[in-house]
């Protein structure tokens, strides 16, 4: 009976251990971290747990080669997507999933798991699996003592999902499609006789990074000027769109015209901006 009493206890234990990753009162020895980064009209949150080196063999010892794992520690990790994206170009519907990996020396399994808020990897189900696809590893020169997940090179319809601990580094790709909402809003915003400083700046510069109609946006930048004489970012992204279709007097002229606005203004970083396209223009 005794002995039974033992193992209940200590089953018990390690349940509690299970349901809760930090005691009230004392630090996490691997904090939590949550992320949000904008992609297109909507978020993606990673939450995850966040473990250090401490001098041991990461990958292919402390997390094993093949074995399904957190990525992490504690909880397993949870991404959210407040929209419908793609992950290296498969089909993911908004949601909330766990985020598990099977790492290995030549290339990492990336799992999203529709079974949420599961301590570790020991209640993971294939069955529950939306998604399965692998990646490559990279190794990196600069050791990452603390495991970390982030963002990088994010843009208006993409980003880089980051896994990065010791000498490792997992790259997945990210990717929304909204260009037809963003355009239509655009669109209809633009109908107004008169639009505000910001709708007419984030408008253009949609147009301008997306490599979007020049003309419908030249546009839209007489109507800006017109709305704000004082702001030389107009005058640069006509100098940049006049460039752009092969006009290199007209986009002279307009970076002039910016270039005078912006000293006027004491706008030292569109001076440089302007000054940059003229030289362009100028061919120098």
């Known amino acids: 009976m005794k002995t039974k009493h033992v193992l209940t206890m200590l089953l018990l234990a390690v349940a509690g251990h299970h349901t809760q990753a930090q005691v009230p009162g004392l630090p996490n020895p691997s904090p939590t971290q949550t992320i949000d980064q904008e ?7 990673v939450t995850y747990s966040r473990p250090n080196v401490k001098d041991r063999k990461i990958f292919g010892g402390l997390v094993p080669f093949g074995t399904v794992w957190r990525t992490g520690a504690n909880t397993a990790t949870e991404i959210t997507f407040s929209e419908d994206v793609k992950l290296e ?26 079974a949420v808020k599961e301590w570790g990897a020991y209640s993971y189900k294939p069955e529950n699996d939306l998604l399965r696809f692998t990646v490559k590893p990279a190794h ?14 994010s843009t208006t319809s993409s980003a880089d999902l980051q896994i990065v601990w010791d000498y490792t580094a997992v790259t997945v790709r990210v990717t929304v499609d909204d260009d037809a909402k963003i355009t239509a809003t655009i669109e209809e915003l633009m109908k107004a006789e008169h639009n505000s400083n910001l709708v007419y700046f984030n408008a253009i510069q949609y147009y301008y990074n997306n490599n979007k109609d020049a003309d419908k946006a030249l546009g839209w930048i007489k109507k800006a000027k017109a709305d704000v004489p004082a702001n030389p970012a107009f005058p640069l992204f006509e100098s940049r769109f006049l460039l752009r279709k092969g006009d290199k007097a007209g986009a002279v002229a307009a970076a002039e015209a910016g270039i005078k606005v912006a000293k006027e203004r004491q706008f030292d970083e569109y001076i440089k901006l302007l000054s940059e396209v003229l030289a362009q223009a100028k061919g120098k």
Request: hydrophobic fraction near 40%; avoid cysteine.
């Open 39 to 45: 992609i297109g009209l909507g978020h993606a949150l």
């Open 140 to 153: 990196i020169n600069d050791k990452h003592e603390t495991f970390a997940i982030q963002f990088a090179n």
């Open 89 to 114: 170009g498969h089909n993911v519907s908004a949601g909330t999933y766990s985020l598990f990996t099977i790492p290995d020396k030549d290339q990492w399994t990336i799992i999203l798991n529709k």
